[in-house]
């Protein structure tokens, strides 16, 4: 009797130590790691912006939102998937457009102000770079947060972060383009032409490519 006894409460110590470090894993974790995770986002992400049509690119970003956000909540306290989601989102109200957009950009500026707190440092300084497009992008008060010279104070930031960085350089470039400043920005278009390739970034990295040499030929009136 003391041994079934014995057994039984074995078998349900083992059953609840189980139990328990199932809950104390982040949802999804067996699945794939954060570095896993950031990956299958940004691949992602890529093969929509630059080789999905048109007609197609609002549903697909609002479908990847919602797996980037399920990363954030997973890895909560990590600035990563924050960035992550912000730029996501960020390209879904691209899509969309008009003044229905602004609710989705004003998330994406709080998943990138999020990131900050964290770590601005985070992914070479993409949280800055990517906060600075919409200060300069968005329109500025009573309709939107807008803001030129914030925009530049951020985007320095992240070119100082990372100075040899063909987003840091292309957007930085675009800013001048904005504020009217084309000579400056043919400096910054050629930097970015000239960045070193990242590593699992090829198509991101050739889309990039493709759009600095347009901004170089729009400036030299080709």
Sequence with gaps: MNTQLHSTRRTF???????????ALPSGAGAATLEESISELQRDWEVIRYQTPVSEREKRFEQLAARAHKAS?????????????????????GEKGGLGALGLVKQAKALYEAAIQVDGNVLDGSAYNSLGVLYYKVPGWPVGFGDKAKARELLQKALA???????????????????????????????????????????????????????LDKIRGR
């Design 13 to 23: 110590l083992a059953a609840a130590l189980a139990l328990t470090a199932a809950l």
């Design 73 to 93: 909540t997973t890895y909560a306290g990590r600035a990563e998937p924050l960035v992550w989601e912000g730029i996501i989102v960020s390209s879904w109200a």
């Design 161 to 215: 972060i990372n100075p040899k960085g063909i987003d840091a350089n292309f957007f930085y470039a675009e800013y001048l383009l904005e504020i009217r400043q084309p000579e400056e920005a043919v400096t910054y278009l050629e930097r970015a032409l000239q960045a070193p390739a990242r590593a699992g970034r090829q198509i991101a990295d050739a889309g990039r490519r493709e759009e600095a040499r347009q901004l």
